[in-house]
Every structure is written in C-alpha cells, then in structure tokens.
C-alpha cells in the first residue's frame, strides 16, 4: 500500500533528534552518578554511548538502503531471517518499543512540571499524553508541523542552557570532569556496564526513521543521512548537556535523582530561572512524546498489513492519521504511567529493546553473505567493524543488567514468552 512521501531530509533528520533527545539524557544522570562516583567515567559514557550508536546507525542505514520499507525490526528481521522473528520484534514494538518510550517521556515530563506547578507528576504526564494523542490521532500534516517546530526550539533551548551553564564557574561539591586516579576503575566497574543500558536508551531512537521510509522522500538516500546525521547531532549535544549537568549539580544532590535538568537549571538561572527554566525542559518533552507518536504507529501499520488478526491497525483516517495504530499506542503508555515505576520501566524497556537492536545489527552481516549481489545504496564503512562493535558492547552490557537486575529481564523474557505465543494465533487463519 503506498503513502504519500510527505517526509523530507529535513524532516527525517528531525524526526531522528526528537525521538532520541528526551526523556534518557534529562533524568538518568542521577542514577549512574549513584554507581559512578567520578565525572570523566560518566563523560566517557556518553560519549561511548554515541559511539556504540553509531555504529547501530550506519548497521540500520545499510539495511534501510537495501530495503526501503517502513517497519523498523519488523520489516528486516521478517526480511532477513523469519517472519516469526519479525513478527516477536513487532510484538516488543507493539508492546514496548514505542509505548514505554513515550510513558518514559510523560512520566520525565511530570516530573519536571511538578517542580513547578501544585500538582502530581501522574496527573501532568497523562494530560500531555492524552494532548498530544489527539494532536497525531486527527490530522497526519498537524502532526508533521507540531514536530518540525517542537524540535527546533528543543535544540535552540539546549544550545543556550549549555551555553549559560557552561560560562559560569564549576559549583562547589560539583565532580570534577578531568581525569583522576580512580577513572579507570570506575570505567571497569559493573556499575559502568549498567549505566550502558542507561545511556543506550538515552541513544535509542538513532534508528527512529527506519520505521517510517515508506513517507521519506527519495528513502535510499535521505534515510541513511537521516540516521547517520541525527545520530551526530544529537551525540554532540548529549556531552554538553552532560557537561553542564556536572559542572553546575552538587554530586551530593545528583545521586539517585530524576530531574536532573530542573536542578541545573535552578543552579544556573536562580530559583525563579529554575522554574521557568523546568517548565521549558517540559515542554521540550512534548517534542518526544510527539516523535514517537509519529513513528511507532507506522510499525503497528505495516504487522496490520501482514497480518490479518491486526488488520484494523493499518486503516487510516481520511486526514492520513493511522488512527487505531496511535491510539492503541498510546494506550499502552497509558498502562505503564499508572502502574510501573520509572527506573522499573526503564530497565525493562532498554533491556528489551537492546536486545532487538543487537539481533538486527547482526542481520547486517546475514545479508551480506546471503545476498552479497543485493544493491546497496549505503554500505556500512570500515566493514564489518561497527556492527561487530555494536553487538559486542551491547551484549555485555545485558549480560551485566540480568546480573545485577534480573527482574526487569524476568519481565522482558516473559514478554517475549506471551508476544511469540501471542504472533503464533495472530499468524493463524
């Protein structure tokens, strides 16, 4: 089925920044700062966390070259190994992928506002879920606008917080940021490897624009850009925002703490700044929320399409709006806000979702000896290298997480249980 390719460079660029930029790099700092007690040790984190992300993008951008169509894991893993495995990964795209992201980021957003305005945090992130729900339910153009704007001033707004921060001298009790004795002791701790879980679902959403190729204009070329370039940006800005995190936060008020940006932001600009300054990192939210609204749903299209037990999810509104596949999505954000905790929910999303990320990388290598004749608009550079990278770092990194929290991954695995009993009776006549 083909829809219209309202999707342009610009716009998949945007769509990469906004899905990626959001709820990890605002509210996980506090809780690797609690296992890392040294600043360069968590600079290098994010800074591998880019790193590792981009070799997923250039792995993502190759299979997108070589098989434009929109559905993320979905569409590849059916493509290159079985639709039985593509069909689990969209179960956990259904599932977890796009719906915990999204109740992360309302969650984050409640957080933040509750600093601000006399209210729980609960009751702001499911307003905002049920806004911008509305917003991406009734209108496909609307959409598109509300995310294009929403990104813009994110990136405006991080680029004078950092700007501001880090003109300002270091705060008392703040962790210094050079190197120390204890830097490579802590870069080879356990709590290192967790807090890669961390920093990877701060990352995840490099991969955001696979899933929507089927409405990128001229998609062999403009996707493999979109992934490589957003991925860039948006490592650049996570090591200044975490910079300016560590500079300006007493490392005694950091540990263990969400709102890691309202505490900055108070430190930077004042009280009454900090408020005002919290009240925009919320809105800023509003712009991940929207992305993945945008992009999750397009998944739940594509299993509608292949599958008849989800065939509603693929009809869509007369304003072009994939209304069932958003709402549904949403729904199940909605679950997760009122009943799970944050740290709780994000172990188990990025658990889940690295996993899914390490198999299709993987399927980079597959096709190439499977299909070494297949066109390949993109090849990934320095072959086979950065999936090789991507796997290695990201399996340890799980292997570290079931070690240390082995109920979020109890969780992940009974999920996968129910999702391939659930596509097996999807998959039936």
């Known amino acids: 089925m083909s829809r219209p390719r309202f999707i342009d460079q610009r716009t998949a660029i945007l769509i990469v920044v906004a899905n990626m930029i959001g709820t990890g790099v605002f509210t996980t700092l506090g809780l690797q700062a609690a296992g890392i007690p040294d600043g360069t040790a968590l600079l290098l984190l ?74 729980t945090p609960t009751a702001i992130a499911v307003t905002a879920l ?29 680029l004078l917080f950092c700007a501001v921060g880090l003109s300002l001298p270091a705060t008392s009790g703040s962790l210094s940021v050079l190197p120390s004795a204890t830097t490579l002791e802590a870069v080879w701790s356990a709590p290192f490897a967790v807090s890669l879980i961390y920093v990877a679902y701060a990352y995840s959403g490099w991969n955001a624009a696979a899933y929507v190729v089927d409405e990128v ?14 991925t860039l940006i948006v490592t650049l800005l996570y090591l200044l925002l975490n910079l300016t995190f560590l500079r300006t936060v007493e490392y005694a008020a950091l540990v ?8 900055s932001a108070e430190t930077i600009f004042g009280a009454v700044g900090g408020h005002l300054m919290s009240l925009v ?19 739940l299209e594509r299993i509608g399409e292949d599958l008849p037990f989800f065939r509603p999810l693929s009809v869509r509104n007369r304003r072009g709006a994939p209304t069932r596949a ?29 996993l899914f990320a390490v198999i ?38 799980l292997v570290f997480l079931a070690l240390e929290r ?24």
């Open 130 to 158: 049920v806004l911008v729900t509305a917003v991406h339910a009734f209108d496909l153009n609307l959409g598109r606008r509300v995310q294009v704007v929403a990104t813009w001033l994110k990136i405006a707004v991080i």
């Open 281 to 299: 990192l919320t809105l800023l939210l509003v712009s991940t929320v929207s992305a993945m609204v945008l992009a999750g749903p397009r998944v």
């Open 217 to 230: 204009q001229d998609p062999r070329r403009a996707v493999p850009r979109a992934l490589l370039l957003g």
């Open 46 to 119: 994010w800074l591998i966390g880019g790193l590792i992300a981009l070799c997923g993008a250039l792995s993502y951008a190759e299979l997108a070259a070589a098989l434009p169509r929109s559905g993320g894991e979905y569409h590849f893993l059916s493509r290159i190994f079985q639709p039985l495995l593509g069909q689990l990964a969209g179960w956990v795209s259904v599932s977890v992928g796009f719906a915990a992201p999204v109740a992360l980021a309302a969650m984050a957003m409640g957080h933040y506002a509750a600093t601000v305005f006399p209210t």
């Open 326 to 354: 958003v709402l549904l999505q949403q729904g199940l954000a909605l679950a997760m806000i009122l009943t799970g905790s944050f740290e709780g929910v994000l172990s188990f999303a990025g658990f889940t979702l690295t």
């Open 360 to 397: 299709t990388v993987a399927g980079v290598i597959r096709l190439r000896r499977r299909e070494p004749d297949l066109p390949r608009p993109f090849r990934v550079p320095w072959y086979p290298l950065p999936p090789l990278v991507f796997i290695l770092v990201s399996l340890a990194s």
């Open 256 to 263: 263990g703490r969400v709102e890691v940006g309202a505490l």
């Open 406 to 429: 082995p109920l979020p991954v109890l969780l992940a695995v009974l999920l996968l249980g129910l999702g391939w009993v659930s596509v097996r009776l999807a998959g039936r006549p």
